[in-house]
């Protein structure tokens, strides 16, 4: 699929240059480098300040009541992922639980997010499933939701498996889980997925990844998988987020939540800081219901190159971002 921002002819360029973002997202060594090293780590936060709402819970918590008074629900997500050091996860853990707190006594409209990796499943499975566990049960006690990120394909059986667990063991039905519909194999998680009565978050999906396990990031196979899962969980009653910057998805599930008379109860559309505010405030004008998703902390180098990848004509905005005396970047 031809990237409009660009002329045809650069298209295989543009489209290598969003396949080496990616690649270099997950490259641990190059992230060590960028976040720790002292004279990459100014650019890097620079570029990153239009799509991180700071570095600390309290900067989370401002952006929040800020995504809120426009009308929005909000998503919190401390950055984080593939930690391999059991004490490490377990300090990690105790963040979210400070966000989970802290979202209780401001009584925020705000879901918490994370990733497995982050609170220990790289360590053991055992270690992610009990700290997410201790998590989810403060989320529920303030009656707030807890959605679990989708990560590499190659954690993608250990990241449903928890899940489930949490559920069918703990009754933790404020669990949440993210699925991807550029994988080939979520045409078989899906069923097994509304099985489960958590809030199924439907994302394209940014990883790099091979043919063989997922369509291309701009392919009309995509779109088309895309749609048909939406329109699946939207017809069914599933509790979901549409989680799509797209705005020919947005617009033909808008027609068809308006034609059917889906229950607003039942479903939200969902977007990213940084990534401009028309469209989500577009939607809750015309009355669906939104949420807006908000992620802090340092560790946010995959996060940052996947979003620019998704519209390679971002890094101009990087090196406008890096350019800039100013120390607070805009949405565009």
């Given at each position: 699929?031809?990237h409009?921002a660009?002329?045809?002819?650069w298209?295989?360029?543009?489209d290598q240059a969003?396949?080496?973002l990616?690649?270099?997202a997950?490259?641990?060594?190059?992230?060590e480098?960028?976040?720790?090293?002292?004279?990459?780590?100014p650019?890097m936060?620079?570029?990153s300040?239009?799509y991180v709402a700071g570095?600390?819970v309290a900067?989370?918590?401002?952006?929040?009541e800020?995504?809120?008074a426009?009308?929005h629900?909000?998503?919190?997500?401390?950055m984080?992922e593939s930690?391999?050091d059991?004490a490490f996860a377990?300090?990690?853990?105790e963040?979210f639980m400070?966000?989970?707190?802290?979202?209780?006594q401001?009584n925020?409209?705000c879901s918490v997010?994370?990733?497995?990796?982050?609170?220990?499943m790289?360590v053991?499975?055992?270690?992610?499933?009990?700290?997410t566990?201790?998590i989810?049960?403060?989320?529920?006690?303030i009656?707030r939701?807890?959605m679990?990120?989708?990560?590499?394909?190659?954690?993608?059986?250990d990241?449903?498996a928890i899940y489930?667990?949490?559920?069918?063991?703990d009754?933790?039905?404020?669990?949440g889980?993210?699925?991807?519909a550029?994988?080939h194999r979520?045409e078989?998680d899906?069923?097994?997925l509304?099985?489960?009565?958590?809030r199924?978050r439907?994302?394209k999906?940014?990883?790099?990844?091979?043919e063989?396990?997922s369509?291309?990031?701009n392919s009309?196979?995509l779109?088309?998988?895309?749609?048909r899962y939406?329109?699946?969980?939207?017809?069914s009653?599933?509790?979901?987020?549409?989680a799509?910057?797209?705005r020919s998805?947005?617009?033909d599930?808008?027609?068809?939540?308006l034609?059917?008379?889906?229950?607003?109860?039942w479903?939200e559309?969902?977007?990213?800081?940084g990534?401009?505010?028309?469209q989500i405030?577009?939607?809750?004008?015309?009355?669906?219901p939104t949420r807006?998703?908000?992620?802090?902390g340092?560790?946010?180098?995959l996060?940052v190159l996947?979003?620019?990848?998704?519209?390679p004509?971002?890094?101009?905005q990087a090196i406008i971002?890096?350019m800039s005396?100013s120390?607070?970047a805009?949405?565009?």
């Amino acid at each position: 699929m031809h990237h409009p921002a660009f002329p045809a002819l650069w298209q295989p360029l543009v489209d290598q240059a969003a396949t080496t973002l990616r690649a270099l997202a997950l490259d641990e060594s190059a992230k060590e480098k960028f976040c720790n090293d002292p004279l990459l780590r100014p650019y890097m936060h620079k570029v990153s300040q239009r799509y991180v709402a700071g570095r600390t819970v309290a900067d989370a918590l401002q952006r929040v009541e800020h995504i809120i008074a426009q009308g929005h629900a909000a998503s919190a997500e401390y950055m984080g992922e593939s930690v391999r050091d059991e004490a490490f996860a377990m300090a990690e853990t105790e963040v979210f639980m400070e966000l989970t707190k802290a979202i209780g006594q401001r009584n925020l409209n705000c879901s918490v997010s994370l990733d497995l990796s982050h609170v220990g499943m790289t360590v053991d499975t055992e270690l992610g499933y009990r700290n997410t566990r201790r998590i989810a049960l403060a989320a529920a006690e303030i009656n707030r939701e807890v959605m679990i990120s989708m990560e590499a394909a190659d954690r993608a059986d250990d990241i449903y498996a928890i899940y489930a667990r949490l559920h069918r063991e703990d009754g933790l039905h404020n669990v949440g889980i993210t699925v991807p519909a550029k994988r080939h194999r979520t045409e078989q998680d899906l069923p097994s997925l509304m099985k489960i009565p958590g809030r199924i978050r439907l994302v394209k999906g940014a990883f790099l990844e091979s043919e063989d396990i997922s369509h291309h990031r701009n392919s009309p196979e995509l779109a088309a998988a895309y749609r048909r899962y939406a329109q699946e969980l939207l017809l069914s009653g599933h509790k979901c987020s549409i989680a799509t910057h797209d705005r020919s998805i947005q617009g033909d599930l808008s027609a068809l939540i308006l034609k059917e008379r889906i229950d607003p109860r039942w479903f939200e559309f969902e977007s990213l800081i940084g990534l401009g505010t028309e469209q989500i405030a577009g939607l809750q004008a015309r009355g669906f219901p939104t949420r807006e998703y908000a992620v802090f902390g340092d560790e946010h180098f995959l996060y940052v190159l996947n979003r620019i990848a998704e519209e390679p004509v971002r890094v101009y905005q990087a090196i406008i971002d890096v350019m800039s005396p100013s120390q607070a970047a805009t949405s565009t």
